[in-house]
């Protein structure tokens, strides 16, 4: 309409644009006031555009900080705020997205956690800090969103745009922690809790990249319980299953954060452990052998839970399947050694 005018009507423009340039200017003011006005009219139009927009932020969240992270974006457009952290009240885990860096940062953290701890699902306000905190229900239990800022409190319509958001993430986070489940299901053995064979041949790999790379020791246990297979069948399979468990639970205890722990399947386990060298593995092991001796589980003929366990040190050159097949060899002589001990090589000498 105003392309048209302008053709019959000469527009001096103040500051010497071209007259499609000052059309152009005029009717994006234009559209701003009717967006407007449209907005108070019809208020359940800025509604549907706010959720559009979460929508199309938190559909490509995979984990629960991502879906954080997409929330305190989308929220800022709309709401300032310095924070936003989510806590699972279960396990007490955070994740936190924070403007700011450094002290403030850390202070910033310190101050929703204590925000967590306030019996308060109004707007509040701690050291100078004003939050809102959210309670999300869960089918993994309850789960705690804070958004922080410093200085001036939340305004109603503040809290209003949140109110919108939560009711979104709510869904979002169920959908991640779904998928959350079944990831960390395919990757764990539910018996035991330890590491699955998948997880095993996934880190075995990168264990042996970065032990070459930075000329660091790596050893390896293979672990076999003796007499197993007497105890499930004469004891029953409960007492079988809490068998491996009360294994396991020992091979937790003697490992640390950085080893690998897994179990390959039936009464077969393995332990890799990154910067060690052989003699420091065979401390682990007897006290490993020392710890399920202990466990004084043994059948009605008196055959009594032991573990035999291969043990050796990669020399940095021979193939994953080369260095497995070696270890297993010795654990294998353990067995036809009596049973309940370890057998060790510093030399990879494969039979042929």
């Keep these: ?23 152009e200017d005029i009717e994006a003011m234009l559209s701003d ?15 549907m555009e706010l959720e559009n927009s979460l929508h199309e932020r938190l559909s490509r969240a995979v984990d629960i900080r991502d879906a954080v992270e997409a929330f305190s974006v989308w929220l800022t457009h709309e709401v300032h705020h310095d924070l936003v952290g989510l806590m699972d009240v279960l396990d ?8 700011h860096h450094g002290s403030k940062h850390s202070m910033l953290i310190k101050v929703a956690q204590e925000a967590a701890l306030m019996d308060s699902d109004r707007e509040d306000e701690i050291r100078g800090y004003h939050f809102k905190k959210f309670s999300l229900k869960t089918s993994r239990g309850k789960i705690v969103l804070i958004v922080l ?4 409190p939340f305004l109603k319509e503040d809290l209003k745009v949140m109110e919108i958001g939560i009711k979104i993430l709510s869904s979002t986070i169920e959908r991640v922690i779904y998928f959350e489940t079944l990831y960390m299901q395919s990757r764990v053995d539910t018996l035991t809790g330890l590491s699955n064979r998948r997880v095993f041949e996934e880190r075995i790999v990168e ?13 390896i246990a293979l672990l076999d319980l003796d007499h197993f297979k007497d105890i499930n069948d004469t004891l029953g399979h409960d007492t079988g299953d809490k068998t491996l468990r009360k294994v396991a639970e020992i091979f937790k205890k003697g490992s640390r954060d950085t080893d690998l722990v897994a179990r390959l399947g039936g009464d077969e386990f393995v332990i890799v452990m990154p910067n060690t060298r052989l003699d420091d593995a065979k401390i682990l092991a007897q006290r490993i052998i020392n710890d399920i001796e202990d466990l004084t589980i043994k059948t ?3 055959k009594r839970l032991g573990i035999s366990i291969g043990l050796s040190q990669w020399d940095g050159r021979s193939s994953k399947e080369d260095w497995l097949k070696f270890t297993d060899e010795l654990l294998y002589e353990a067995k036809r050694s009596g049973r309940n001990c370890y057998v060790s090589s510093e030399t990879i000498e494969l039979a042929s």
């Excluded at 053709?7 to 010497?16: C, F, Q, V």
């Excluded at 007490?92 to 403007?99: A, D, H, L, Q, V």
């Excluded at 800022?149 to 001036?152: F, T, Y």
């Design 1 to 23: 309409m105003l392309k048209e005018y302008a053709a019959i009507h000469t527009i001096e423009s103040p500051i010497g644009n071209s007259i499609d340039k000052r059309i």
């Design 33 to 47: 006031i009717v967006y407007s006005d449209v907005y108070k009219i019809f208020p359940e139009v800025r509604t």
């Design 92 to 99: 007490k885990k955070w994740s936190f997205i924070c403007s």
């Design 149 to 152: 800022r410093e200085g001036s």
């Design 207 to 219: 264990l042996m990249a970065n032990s070459k790379r930075y000329k660091l020791s790596l050893s």
């Design 300 to 302: 009605p003929n008196g």
